[in-house]
């Protein structure tokens, strides 16, 4: 974690995803363009509701993927 300077902790912030409250509260302390975000997470649930709010989004299934996803971004 301490690698991260951005910390959205839902018991901090007040929701959870995937309450459109926190995609808001990460987009606006990362203060960048939701489509600047990519937003990874196990759950297909909490990704779509990062995407209808703009956030690029990707279902973490391995490391291999993400790994992938990220050299090709």
């Known amino acids: 974690m301490a ?6 902790l839902s018991c901090r912030i007040g929701s959870a ?6 995609y808001a509260w990460c987009v606006r302390e990362l203060g960048l363009a ?3 975000i990519l ?3 196990d759950r297909a649930e909490n990704v ?9 989004g990707h279902v973490f299934t391995s ?8 050299e090709t971004a």
Do not use: M, W
């Open 17 to 22: 995803k995937p309450e459109p409250a926190a």
């Open 3 to 8: 690698r991260f300077t951005v910390r959205g």
């Open 63 to 70: 490391v291999e993927r993400l790994r992938d996803l990220l």
């Open 34 to 36: 939701p489509e600047e």
């Open 48 to 56: 779509h509701a990062a995407e209808r709010l703009g956030l690029r």
């Open 39 to 41: 937003f990874v997470d």
